[in-house]
Nanobody
Framework: QVQLVESGGGLVQAGGSLRLSCAAS???????AGWYRQAPGKQRELVAG???????NYADSVKGRFTISIDNAKNTVYLQMNSLEPVDPAVYYC??????????????WGRGTQVTVSS
C-alpha cells in the first residue's frame, strides 16, 4: 500500500515561487510519479511527470517554469514552481504507481494541496 501526502501549497504573488512536496510511504514506482492539477470547473490535467524516458514530461503551459524532481533517500517527489502566473491556481495532486498490500500494482493519489496566485 502506498500513501502520498502533499504539502507546500499556499498563497503567493504572481511571479513568485513555491515548492510542493509529496512524501510517499510504501513502494512507489518512481518512474511513474507525477503532479496533476485541477482548477475549479476544469478537468484534472498533467503538470509534470516521470516516464521511462530520460527526461520528465511537462505541460506546455509550465515548461521552463516548473521542475519535477525526486529525492530517493526521502522517497519524496517535488515540484518546484517558479514565475507563477494567474493561470496556475489549482489543487495540485501527486500521483504514482505502487505495490498493493495484497499484491499487484495500483495508481495512488494524494489528497491535494491548494495553490493560489494573487495578481
Amino acid at each position: 500500500q502506498v500513501q502520498l501526502v502533499e504539502s507546500g501549497g499556499g498563497l503567493v504573488q504572481a511571479g513568485g515561487s513555491l515548492r510542493l512536496s509529496c512524501a510517499a510511504s510504501g513502494t512507489m514506482f518512481k518512474n511513474s510519479a507525477g503532479w496533476y492539477r485541477q482548477a475549479p470547473g476544469k478537468q484534472r490535467e498533467l503538470v509534470a511527470g516521470f516516464t521511462s524516458a530520460d527526461s520528465p514530461n511537462y505541460a506546455d503551459s509550465v515548461k521552463g517554469r516548473f521542475t519535477i524532481s525526486i529525492d530517493n533517500a526521502k522517497n519524496t517527489v517535488y515540484l518546484q514552481m517558479n514565475s507563477l502566473e494567474p493561470v496556475d491556481p489549482a489543487v495540485y495532486y501527486c500521483t504514482a504507481m505502487g505495490r498493493r498490500a495484497l499484491g499487484g500494482v495500483a495508481a495512488y493519489w494524494g489528497r491535494g494541496t491548494q495553490v493560489t496566485v494573487s495578481s
